[in-house]
T-cell receptor, first 114, second 114 residues
């Protein structure tokens, strides 16, 4: 199906474990984003990517790693999960170059670190 | 200072009233602005975008942009209980090394009571 999908939808992991959240989009959008959403903080940008092999830090990148070897995929890895990384994570994508570049969001991944 | 700040909430208005949501931004490289609505447990969905100074109307919604004051607002006329949600303001950077960066505010919770 066309769109942007995240997996898994729910994940429980232990402190110190590595966990990867997947994001896949079928539109060939240039830009992709990872946000985390916590009560009172809105959506905070973790990393974004302008194209394959081009990534940049956002507001809260510490403890996270991203890669983008293919345009359609933008995985987010927590190298050593901590309880403070318990959150809802949203992936989004936008096309390049237009002023009205709406961001399309995945369904979100609810991550709990115990 | 956050790059995008929204007026503190929560905001409660009676049905039929006008709800006013405000947002300021600090990055003058931001050129496009978006208002998203997010229902509890769901992904954000776009309501409106604006990139020219002045007002833009779409049904019951009016977005206002003042680039000199770095201020964006959203007015919801004839508010309905179904408008109860979190409203997120976002700024899209179209210049320099941050081109394409999409930054959100912390969100304002709106409740419309019958």
């Amino acid at each position: 199906d066309a769109g942007i999908t995240q997996s898994p939808r729910y994940k429980i992991t232990e402190t110190g474990r590595q966990v990867t959240l997947m994001c896949h989009q079928t539109w060939s959008h240039s830009y992709m984003f990872w946000y985390r959403q916590d009560l009172g903080h809105g959506l905070r940008l973790i990393y974004y990517s302008a194209a394959a092999d081009i990534t940049d830090k956002g507001e809260v990148p510490d403890g996270y790693v991203v890669s983008r070897s293919k345009t359609e995929n933008f995985p987010l890895t927590l190298e050593s999960a901590t309880r403070s990384q318990t959150s809802v994570y949203f992936c989004a994508s936008t096309p390049r170059g237009r002023q009205n570049t709406e961001a399309f969001f995945g369904q979100g991944t609810r991550l709990t670190v115990v | 200072q956050k790059e995008v700040e929204q007026n503190s909430g929560p905001l409660s208005v009676p049905e039929g009233a006008i709800a006013s949501l405000n947002c300021t931004y600090s990055d003058r490289g931001s050129q496009s602005f978006f208002w998203y609505r997010q229902y509890s447990g769901k992904s954000p969905e776009l309501i409106m975008f604006i990139y020219s100074n002045g007002d833009k109307e779409d049904g019951r919604f009016t977005a206002q942009l003042n680039k000199a004051s770095q201020y964006v607002s959203l007015l919801i006329r004839d508010s309905q209980p179904s408008d109860s949600a979190t409203y997120l303001c976002a700024a899209h950077n179209a210049g320099g090394t941050s081109y394409g960066k999409l930054t959100f505010g912390q969100g304002t919770i709106l409740t419309v009571h019958p």
